[in-house]
């Protein structure tokens, strides 16, 4: 069993940066991929970036790419993601995940976090 925890989630406004924290519990950690999804109000839920558990590959989503960042420290059962350049359009509930799939299709991922806000102002 893993638990994940967000963190870092706030208001920003347009061009700001934030980066979002997950802590995991469980000593298999460093042997899942982990990743983050956000979902906005009225909107489905969208994949936003993955790493493997080697924190060697990582893909993201169109959207992101080039302003957002994600990395891992699995001596700290922790995975990051640096927002850069953000844009009203972030404004979501993000959401770690983690499983034994390197995927951008959230069915995958049977571990989830409680989410956290990011609100971008323009």
């Known amino acids: 069993q893993v638990q994940l925890v967000e963190s870092g989630g706030g208001l920003a406004q347009a061009g700001d940066s934030l980066r979002l924290s997950c802590a995991a519990s469980g000593r298999t950690f460093s042997s899942y991929a982990m990743g983050w999804f956000r979902q906005a109000p009225g909107k489905e839920r969208e994949f936003v970036a993955v790493i493997s558990w080697s924190g060697e590959s990582t893909t993201y989503a169109n959207s992101v790419k080039g302003r957002f960042t994600i990395s891992r420290d699995n001596a700290k059962n922790t995975v990051y993601l640096q927002m850069n350049s953000l844009e009203p359009e972030d404004t979501a509930a993000y959401y770690c995940?983690?499983?034994?799939?390197?995927?951008?299709?959230?069915?995958?991922?049977?571990?989830w976090g409680q989410g956290t806000q990011v609100t971008v102002s323009s």
């Open positions: 995940v983690a499983g034994q799939d390197y995927s951008s299709n959230p069915r995958v991922y049977p571990y």
